[in-house]
């Protein structure tokens, strides 16, 4: 026996086995909607597809794809991953948390936290797309321990994601800051840069140009103004993503599956661009 545990998953557009070790370690998932097994341990490959005949009909016998190690495999990472790294380092003990909140002192992981829920509403967006043919990465390491927070690849392209939540803010976009509250932030020129620093690392990995389009999402805000003449970097609200599922003249998909798998491997981004 090999111990093996298969579980059932849907969630935006998806269809998935879990293959399970009795420790919870995650050793493979099968996509019953196209076939797509992604075995995480090569060793139990047999394994894998023994416990997964009873769930298989004819027309779904899995197309096993080579795996990454797991620690360079960015499949796995969730919205806000990063952050939520830095709101359990910030967050204090109970008692300093109680006398914070009862004096009414907002605390350091108080914004980190407001950002992780920005990345993860943006993420569950995102990830409804994938039903029309996209694959979407969340919180991409880069040197210098900094990360993008989401990458978004599909029909209509290659998308490079900035969140931000600033709930209740009038927001006004110009063509290189962002004015909220009185006070200009960096997101326009951030948003660029992190764009190209993303195509730079896929068309070296993919051996062909990808481009990547910055696209600045914010999240819970009263009122967005762009200024007309920007044009390179698409500005949104959460509620405007599903519109990515009308973009067709982007990626075939061959070049879809190609620049994801560059992108889901940890070792195109540790360059410095």
């Given amino acids: 026996m090999s111990g093996l545990?298969?579980?059932?998953?849907?969630?935006?557009?998806?269809?998935?086995?879990?293959?399970?070790q009795s420790d919870g370690k995650k050793v493979a998932w099968f996509d019953r909607r196209t076939g797509y097994l992604e075995l995480l341990v090569e060793e139990q490959r047999d394994a894998v597809l023994d416990v997964l005949a009873p769930y298989l009909t004819a027309s779904s016998s899995p197309v096993a794809h080579k795996a990454l190690h797991s620690e360079d495999d960015l499949a796995g990472n969730r919205p806000g991953d990063a952050l939520q790294m830095k709101v359990d380092e910030l967050t204090p003990g109970f008692w300093q948390w109680a006398l914070a909140r009862l004096s009414g002192r907002r605390l350091e992981a108080d914004s980190w936290r407001a950002g992780l829920a920005g990345e993860r509403r943006v993420g569950a967006e995102l990830e409804r797309l994938a039903r029309r043919g996209w694959r979407v990465l969340h919180s991409i390491p880069l040197p210098g321990e900094v990360d993008i927070d989401h990458v978004l690849?599909?029909?209509?392209?290659?998308?490079?994601?900035?969140?931000k939540r600033h709930r209740g803010a009038r927001v006004w976009v110009g063509d290189d800051s962002v004015?909220?509250?009185?006070?200009?932030?960096p997101y326009v020129r951030k948003s660029r840069a992190e764009a190209r620093r993303a195509s730079a690392?896929?068309?070296?990995?993919?051996?062909?140009?990808?481009?990547?389009?910055?696209?600045?999402?914010?999240?819970?805000?009263?009122?967005?103004?762009?200024?007309?003449?920007?044009r390179d970097v698409r500005v949104l609200q959460e509620h405007d993503i599903s519109a990515f599922k009308h973009?067709?003249?982007?990626?075939r998909p061959d070049k879809v599956e190609l620049v994801y798998t560059a992108a889901r491997d940890r070792r195109t981004w540790v360059r410095s661009y």
């Fill in 201 to 230: 690392a896929l068309t070296s990995a993919c051996g062909f140009p990808v481009e990547v389009q910055p696209v600045l999402a914010f999240v819970a805000v009263a009122e967005l103004q762009v200024v007309p003449s920007l």
């Fill in 5 to 20: 545990q298969v579980s059932a998953w849907k969630r935006y557009g998806h269809d998935r086995l879990y293959v399970n």
């Fill in 179 to 185: 004015r909220i509250g009185g006070q200009s932030y």
């Fill in 153 to 163: 690849i599909g029909p209509g392209g290659a998308f490079c994601f900035n969140t």
């Fill in 247 to 251: 973009l067709k003249s982007g990626l």
